[in-house]
């Protein structure tokens, strides 16, 4: 099977590793010193105090790798627009392409959302460029629970977690959805099929849409602030906004914020994906995991002060620092 990692970042590299283990010819597109490291190590994964390094092909150029059978769409919210521009020579007829993302994607509504099913959110998708390039029909969601670093270019560092939640927009249980998490599997994943991916994506955002802009404004470790009451309440109002939103579009979630805030607890002192952009100087996710929610809170009605007041401080602080 022909597969393609699009960004070989953490999430990116790891899942490219199991795949070419697993026997998929890999390929990835790549640039600078992430390319010129896989061209002269392989793709590099350290994992259970062992590193093992796989061939594969890359590149900066899509069309030096053709048609593939399965793109891996691993990149940052912030980079779409640039691969939606150059991501056609990659695909063929039937080529899937899997979103293992972070917040929620450009094809959420699709095939799901009550009155508000087919609708295109502007937060993440302005000029449609997205749909355009990626419509839902090649689209099989993935909710990533692992962790994973860059410790450096082409070499990726998995810390824990295992599992890759995926799923047809539409719910259906398709050949092709099953099909891929047996690969999966067979590539050493903890694979679930869901009935509703846009669930689990609006689960995992529930915990990081807040704590990921909170750690970047502050430079604070997760343990920090959650020991914090006051931005812990912030934290569980925004949450309850977001709760309220799901609920109105059919995907209702039964914990509270403070059961949420026990799981964050467990990490101990956990540095977000965003506080590591932020110290990296990388452009932040901020629209598909905050600005997303309050369009989505104006769509159903719902009052969202407490998501606006997060959205402006991180926004503002993004710009000042030129990540957004």
Known sequence: MKVCIYGAGAIGGWIGSGLAQAGCR??????????????????RL???GQLTSQAVACSATPADLGVQDLVVLAVKAPSLPDVARHIAPLLGPATVVLTAMNGVPWWFLQGFGGALAGRRLTSVDPGGTLAQALPASR???CVVHASCSVDEPGLVHHHFGNKLIVGEPSGEQTARV???AGLLEKAGFEAPVSGQIQQDIWFKLW????????????GATTDLIMDDALVRGFISSVMLEAKEIGARIGIPIAQQPEDRHQVTRKLGAFKTSMLQ???AGKAVELDAL???VKELGELTGVPTPFTDALLGLARVQARVKGLY
């Open 290 to 292: 905050v600005t997303v």
């Open 46 to 48: 350290k994992q259970g």
């Open 207 to 218: 915990g990081n849409m807040t704590v990921n802009p909170i750690s970047a404004l502050t």
């Open 178 to 180: 099953v099909q891929l």
């Open 26 to 43: 890999v390929s990835v597109v790549a640039r600078g010193a992430t390319l010129e490291a896989l061209q002269v190590h392989g793709l």
């Open 139 to 141: 689209i099989i969601g």
């Open 277 to 279: 952009d932020v110290e």
